[in-house]
């Protein structure tokens, strides 16, 4: 079955440490994953778009990971900002098929 | 460029009407998805329009319909309303492929009483 797990489900942290996202998938076969962040009542935004030969992409403070062996993909977000409390959303395209995680609600702390 | 708007922004319905969504694309983009998203489903895929065809759908039952104008400008339907409906109905636009890097809208919070 195609599925998109997120961890963690939530987070704080302090302003200006770094922080990593995790998404693990099993959907195939895979056509490329993306990561979203959305703030709170507005729509998703794109981050970073990968597919299968990409291992990494980077958008300013925020880099995606991609292990397409593992089927894992981290996104790491650098010297965090009170901006970047949004939920981050992990999204795996197959052909004819695109499944989302739940998200990780990140909580940025000054 | 103006980005993809959706209106209207709110919405509030009781069970059994039906409501019609509407979504314009970023200029030049010929391929529009609608997704809902509830706090306990999260995102869900509805289905994607491209050259006013329906070329891909979710997993929902046929009170929810769309369609596609020769402007690529969206409309979505959702008839004989539920609870269980409300929620906020995202479309998001990318150039021809839902594949492609997406560009959403703000959304429609639709609230079902």
């Known amino acids: 079955k195609n599925q998109v797990e997120q961890s963690p489900q939530s987070l704080i942290i302090l302003e200006g440490k770094n922080c990593t996202l995790q998404?693990?998938?099993?959907?195939?076969?895979?056509?490329?994953l993306r990561w979203y962040k959305q703030d709170t009542g507005r729509g998703p935004v794109s981050l970073t778009i990968m597919t299968f030969s990409e291992n990494t992409k980077s958008n300013g403070r925020y880099t995606a990971t991609l292990d397409a062996d593992t089927k894992q993909s981290s996104l790491h977000i650098t010297a965090s900002q009170l901006s970047d409390s949004a939920s981050y959303i992990c999204v795996v395209s197959a052909d004819n098929d695109m499944r989302f995680g739940a998200g990780t609600r990140l909580t940025v702390k000054p | 460029k103006a980005g993809v708007t959706q209106t209207p922004r709110y919405l509030i319905k009781t069970r059994g009407q039906q409501v019609t969504l509407s979504c314009s694309p970023i200029?030049?983009?010929?391929?529009v998805s609608w997704y809902q998203q509830t706090p306990g489903q999260g995102l869900q895929f509805l289905f994607e329009?491209?050259?006013?065809?329906?070329?891909n759908k979710g997993n929902f039952p046929g009170r929810f319909s769309g369609r596609q104008f020769s402007n690529s400008r969206s409309e979505m339907n959702v008839s004989t309303l539920e609870l269980g409906d409300s929620a906020l109905y995202l479309c998001?636009?990318?150039?021809?492929?839902?594949?492609?890097?997406?560009?959403f809208g703000p959304g429609t919070r639709l609230l079902v009483l």
């Open positions: 998001a636009s990318s150039l021809i492929f839902s594949g492609e890097t997406q560009y």
């Open positions: 998404c693990n998938y099993t959907v195939s076969p895979f056509s490329n």
């Open positions: 329009y491209f050259s006013e065809t329906q070329r």
């Open positions: 200029s030049g983009h010929r391929s």
